[in-house]
């Protein structure tokens, strides 16, 4: 192969090599930051001498503006027919207001910022509370973006309330950090079979052989093995709002939410593809 199409395949021309509109909320340039801004049409020129990755962490575009809230518990509730249905309950503390607005002129895609559960000042760096000072709003712990379609109906500073954006009946995703559980073995994490119990056996809750013989020789990525468990970001799709309850400001949502009580929930319209997610 000539000199000449191997530089062609290893260093493509830069009228080859085009980048996108980031379709993230978060991007990281872990090896070297390029000195340009990444637009639609902006060239990436790559030479002998030149090499970096790109490394993009991909948030996906919600249905709608969403709310944080924390989770306080689990309790039955009683439908008016009499079924008896089990529900998470969600309260929501002092915040849940616009802090930012992001748009595609000035940061490559559109989403709205939102800050939950006021805290005092010591509590946050400076560069935080200039962030909020801007905006003009109080000192808030959680900040969070809902990346959206339109940004239409959304300005700095407002609040937004539970009952103004669900109704009864509604579905949502919710999203949590799951209970730590800590390091735990093959049965309890994979749910995996004990051995016999009987007399003589020397496997009762082992894990047994996890080699593959003499070829490979060596034990296959992703097996399945004792390590640490939960403590890990979940959501959960499609679930039902129950009831809300205007004077205590709660929630109920059907079916268990991650985490254990006081956890920190992201509650976002539930995404359904064709009706308020585009297919492609």
Known sequence: MPLS??????YPTPSLVKTKTPTSLKCSFLSKSLPFP????????LNRNQKFSLSIVVMSMEAGVGLMGTKLGMMSYFEPNGKVVPVTVVGFREGNIVTQIKTDATDGY???????????DKKLT??????????????????????LQGLDGF?????????ELFKEGDLV?????????????????????????????????????????????RVYKGKKMPGRMGGT???IRKLKIVKIDNDLRVVMIKGALPGKPGNLLRI?????????????
């Not at 976002?268 to 492609?280: F, L, Q, R």
């Open 268 to 280: 976002a319209p539930a995404k359904i593809v064709g009706k308020n997610i585009p297919k492609s």
């Open 233 to 235: 970001k979940t959501k």
């Open 38 to 45: 990444l637009t639609k049409t902006t060239p990436l020129t």
């Open 5 to 10: 199409a191997i530089n062609q395949f290893c």
């Open 126 to 147: 400076k560069p935080e509370m200039g962030h909020l000072e801007k905006a003009g709003v109080i000192p808030m712990r959680h900040l969070q973006e809902f990346r």
């Open 173 to 217: 995703d919710v999203s949590g950090t799951t209970i730590g559980k800590g390091f735990q073995g093959g049965i309890k994490r994979h749910n995996f079979k004990r051995g016999p119990m009987s007399h003589g056996s020397k496997s009762h809750r082992a894990l047994g052989s996890i080699g593959a013989g003499t070829t490979p020789g």
């Open 110 to 120: 559109d989403a709205v910022q939102v800050g939950y559960r006021r805290v005092r």
């Open 155 to 163: 300005e700095v500073g407002q609040k937004l309330l539970f009952e």
